[in-house]
């Protein structure tokens, strides 16, 4: 793929994503899920790595902003 064809893929990607972004979550422990509608009420989440997981699977990540709820 040509560098011209990426960068254009790219922005418009992420504008896309920025305009229609949607975090779906199932975590219902934390303080901002809604779990009647099964998503994230952020405007967006810190995702970050788990230190020493090389699994290649979806457990290497994380949800940073994650908060428990407290009743
Ligand atoms: S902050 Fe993270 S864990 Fe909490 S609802 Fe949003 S995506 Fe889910």
Redesign the pocket.
């Known amino acids: 793929m040509s560098k011209i064809k990426k960068f254009i893929l790219l922005f418009f990607g992420r504008y896309k994503m920025e305009k229609n972004q949607e975090?779906k979550?199932s975590?219902t422990s934390?303080k901002?899920?809604n779990s009647e509608k099964g998503k994230?009420?952020?405007e967006s989440?810190q995702v970050e790595p788990i230190m020493e997981c090389e699994t290649m699977q979806p457990d290497e990540s994380m949800?940073a902003?994650?908060?428990y709820v407290e009743d």
């Open positions: 975090i979550c975590v934390c901002y899920n994230c009420i952020l989440i949800c902003s994650y908060e």
